[in-house]
């Protein structure tokens, strides 16, 4: 089926379901998503659109129903002399408002090459439906460029950290290059974290991913050094460390998978943590940077689950464990530019 035929049926859905959330429709809605990967892309880049555009929140009262006399008189032109008033249907103006908006919101930029880049700012967070039907979760501050073709499916993570729901199809492989690594799946559920050049982390929760597989592809322009490890292969469950092309592969159960991927949710989650290494965390999410002045804090254990980016309430909990917090900015006037001093009790009274 043609890509606009889709976004109009997703559209489609997306009304009937603001009208009618009955067990039955959504029984059928989940049979046209199951029917085709891309039918679930499509309907989540239009919600998104939906929550996200202006326009679309004031087409719609309070209590969430679809206005049918507004979508009426938004569809309807003023009549004049010579023009006669002509009912428009109030499910197409919001098709074509939808299909109207869902390139800008999708925040991407396309190169000649057919890359799609996709980033986030400091504390931000984005879902991104994929051309084929996979879906990236980008945590903050992180940037993928993806491109598609008939013979694989290719993703570079250039900084942060991204959580990939791979859509079936055992015809193209789909490669995430991270640094000098490359993890390929079929059909999984993975997270990459790029921790700099040369350190890169992986835990797949569905299905198995490989570890620098060979490339197999002569239009591949991922990066295959070297050197590089043999093969491995990752199940779920399992979380691997690759530096300097040294492989570490560990079992992590259930609860820590869920753990490490707190950020879906907007969390930090710590694990017997010392608090140079929760300081490393939020400094990822917030412009406003903690600092440790004083050496002899930076090992307290801490653990618990932290809005990622609330830092007052981060450096308030501290204040428990015996921490003070000395706030400093620079000659700019910019709140952005504050820097958070952490000393021990003893050390500033």
């Known amino acids: ?15 009937r379901l603001e009208r009618d959330p009955s067990a039955q429709l959504r029984a059928d809605f989940s049979a046209w998503v199951a029917g085709d990967p891309r039918n679930h892309a499509a309907f989540i880049r239009l919600e998104e659109t939906w929550s996200r555009a202006d326009i679309l929140k ?21 009549p004049g002399p010579d023009l006669p008033r002509k009912r428009k249907p109030p499910l197409l103006v919001v098709i074509a408002v939808l299909l109207g908006f869902v390139g800008a ?73 991270a640094g000098d ?38 239009d591949s322009k991922l990066p295959q050094p070297p050197g590089a490890p043999v093969t491995t292969t990752v199940a779920p469950g399992e979380t691997v460390s690759v530096k300097a092309h040294r ?12 753990h490490k991927l707190a950020w879906t949710q907007g969390r930090i989650w710590f694990d017997r943590a010392t608090l140079a290494e929760a300081v490393a965390e939020f400094n990822r999410y917030n412009r406003r940077q903690l600092v440790i002045d004083d050496p002899g804090i930076a090992g307290l254990p801490l653990g618990g689950a932290f809005d990622a980016t609330g830092l007052d309430s981060f450096v308030a909990a501290l204040r428990t464990l015996g921490v003070r917090a000395v706030a400093t900015r620079s000659e700019t006037s910019d709140p952005a530019s504050e820097v958070i001093s952490l000393v021990g009790a003893a050390s500033h009274p």
Request: negative net charge; charged residues 25%.
């Open 181 to 218: 690594t490359v993890v390929r799946a079929v059909g999984t559920v993975f997270a990459v974290r790029l921790r700099d050049a040369r350190q890169v982390d992986v835990i797949v929760t569905e299905g198995r991913v490989a570890i620098d597989p060979p490339d197999d592809s002569s």
């Open 58 to 78: 004031r087409l719609r009262p309070l209590d969430g129903a679809v206005d049918e006399q507004v979508l009426n008189n938004f569809a309807r032109p003023a």
């Open 105 to 177: 919101a999708t925040g991407i930029v396309v190169s000649r090459s057919g890359w799609r880049v996709y980033e986030t700012d400091f504390g931000g967070f984005q879902r991104v439906a994929l051309a084929d039907g996979s879906i990236a979760m980008l945590n903050t501050d992180s940037a993928i460029r993806a491109r598609m073709s008939s013979g694989r499916r290719q993703i570079v993570l250039d900084r942060g950290e991204a959580l990939f729901t791979v859509a079936h199809d055992a015809r193209r492989p789909f490669d995430v290059a």
């Open 1 to 15: 089926m043609p890509a606009n035929d889709i976004e109009s049926e997703a559209a489609n859905w997306l009304i």
């Open 247 to 258: 492989l570490h592969v560990q079992k992590i159960d259930t609860e820590h998978v869920t």
